[in-house]
């Protein structure tokens, strides 16, 4: 009987302790989750006003005319961020691979260094490296120096996720390949590519999302347009510039604009996210029963 | 070419020539020798196991066969692997076709994660070339019907590879290495990761096949050596200390060191 | 390093020894009642059912090892030849018996001589010694001298049995009596040889032939 007690006690305290902690833990996370429900709320607040069909396909109107939207912006997002996938997605992947493949290699180990140094780089002075060049060599902005800007930030990106993901696939499955007569450059790229293949995409997602939000190096290549782009080698706007652009302007009209741009590009922002890891939970792809 | 009288002691090929011979394989990594000068002749046609305490080379040994061990770093290689009178370590020979003739099962069953059974079956062939979708309907079904898989997939060989039991996947990786109808295949402890019902399987599909193949087994289990294989050999330390037919092994070993082993007097 | 099977060996081993002992005791006592006139048919009898009691056990235990323990190399040449030699020790306890029962048949022999038997005899136990102590010692070389002694035991009855269709006694019974005698201590001899032999089978793998 006294045992019994005894246990009781120290129950009690201990399921205390535990409950104090639990609590403590959640707040911490909720504190953590609190600057991005803010800010999603903020925009949300202030940007659906400015919300409607319209304002996605209609080009902006002059200050104090009613209607407009942002179409331009979003097609030069698109465009610049599809020139940064074409040059970024290409040198990455195959970095990647080299960097996985063959480790043991000088100009490998070399490369991977510059690598994680070029990801860690300031992104504004990426621009200002695609101004000295593309911009005056062009002697315009446009919407070539920023999808090239863009893509120099998303290499570095793009080949260390690669490199993750080929890492990740287990030697097992190299070594059946090869044990099948199967030369290795084959191995890589058809049973080790395959097999990453869900890592690879995430990362290319991933790195397209954090390409399709910066601002700073696109002040310096793109620059900024009201229309549509016909020419890749004219200005071009985009969502992130607008945001800026039209936020510091002294009009309250432009700042519901830029709160409704900043929204759809949250939108896009979280649904890149959310494809990511749902695609993540279909194609996990390595599991053994 | 071949002197018989390297093999002299327990092996006595009665005129036949042996699939492969192994002449003075010193193998290991770095500065570590883990084979320290093996000569072994593998018979054609049959299972030859090769057990030993963990760490005496037995799988070093193995992967010496089908070119394997040298892709590790600092993996060294030096002797003679002989398959069919031909070194397969020579200059003139690609790595890449010694081991389309002798294929190889891994000890914890490795089939291709992103691929179906039927492609993981034909995934030699496929990535070969042979692209005839006769051809390679086949020899899916060939290769499956010699693992023993055929009866339990046929229904539905479109579906993931990993959807199957640790035993199934394991004759799958049986078939897709049959499927590029090697001459030789290397099984390295392919029952460890399974349970009895699912090793006496893959024991009974090695004995049917050894009707058409050579194979050599690498086990830590003698037991499964004494049930399946015709030729036991014996490694301890790098060294062969004993090679001859199970049954002499098991019932009149004539080595102490063989004795103790096999009677489990080991420490 | 002990292990789990050694200790089913062990009793394995001590079973056959104590087959052994009981076994040459029977036939030693049988042999020496016999000679003095005297039958102990009923002791004997009870040795010979306690021999075969021993013999069960040492199957059942061999099989229980085998079973459970996959033996290998000398372990099972180790078994199995326990198995063949408590058949052995089995019989000789059976013969024993079957001996003292001669002399109930015609319960009075003292008349016959005995130079021939007790010779046999002297031959017989001894090689029952010398197999036991074979066996015991794991020695191979007593063991083959069991074997070669065989023979001689053979030689003997055969002489006997010339003796008696040429040259017959005057006493029936001796005659009759002294070759059934003879053939059991034959048979006896034969096994002994048999049991020295199992011992270098179980310790070099081989038949000593």
Known sequence: MQEYTFEKITSRSRTLKNRIMNILITLSALLALTPLILIIADAVIQGMPALSLSFLFSTPVPVGYQGGGIAPMIQGSAIMVAIASLISIPIGVTAGIFFSEWPESRISTISSFSNDVLAEFPTMVIGVFAYATVVLATGTFSALAGGIALGIIMIPIVARTAEESLKAVPNSVKEASLALGIPRWKTVIYVVMSTAKGGLITGIILSIARAAGETAPLILTAGFSNSFVSNLLNPAGSIPYLIYYYGISPYSSWHAIAWGAALILIAIMLSLSLAVRLFAKVRTGLEVA | ?267 | MTRLMDIGLEKLSRLVLDMADLAEKSVVSSLQSYLAGKSNTQQLEQWSQELRRIQDEIGELSIEMIARYQPVASDLRFIKACMEIAYGFSRFGRYAYDISEVLELWHDLSRCRQDELKEMIGMVTNMIRMSVEAFAKRDVQLGLQVFELDDKVDSLFRKSMERVSLNPSQIPECDISLLLVMRYLERIADHAAYIGETVSYVVTGKSSI
Request: charged content about 25%; aromatic content about 8%.
């Open chain 2, 1 to 267: 070419m071949m002197k018989e009288d390297v093999f002299s002691e327990n092996v006595s090929l009665q005129g036949k020539l042996a699939k492969m011979y192994v002449v003075g394989l010193r193998a290991g990594y770095g500065k570590e020798i883990i084979l320290k000068g093996i000569d072994l002749a593998i018979r054609d046609k049959s299972i030859t196991a090769v057990m030993g305490p963990s760490g005496c080379g037995k799988t070093t040994l193995l992967r010496c066969l089908n070119r394997l061990h040298e892709l590790s770093s600092n993996a060294f290689v030096s002797g003679k692997v002989l398959l069919d009178g031909v070194d397969i370590y020579s200059k003139q020979v690609d790595p890449v076709s010694v081991r389309r003739k002798v294929g190889m099962v891994f000890q914890k069953p490795n089939p291709f994660p992103t691929m179906s059974i039927f492609e993981n079956t034909v995934a030699g062939l496929r990535l070969t070339g042979i692209k005839d979708k006769e051809k390679l309907n086949a020899a899916a079904e060939r290769s499956l019907r010699l693992a023993f898989l055929w009866d339990e997939v046929k229904d539905r060989l479109d579906r993931p590879a990993t959807s199957l039991s640790g035993g199934q996947q394991q004759r799958l990786c049986i078939a897709r290495a049959l499927a590029i109808e090697p001459e030789v295949i290397l099984m390295d402890e392919p029952c460890s990761a399974l349970d009895p019902v699912a090793t006496a399987m893959i024991e009974e599909a090695m004995f049917a096949l050894k009707r058409q193949y050579t194979i050599v087994l690498v086990t830590h289990n003698s037991q499964q050596a004494a049930r399946v294989s015709d030729y036991t050999a014996f490694l301890y330390m790098g060294e062969l200390i004993e090679y001859g037919q199970t049954k002499q092994i098991f019932e009149n070993p004539s080595n102490e060191l063989t004795e103790r082993y096999v009677t489990g007097k080991f420490g």
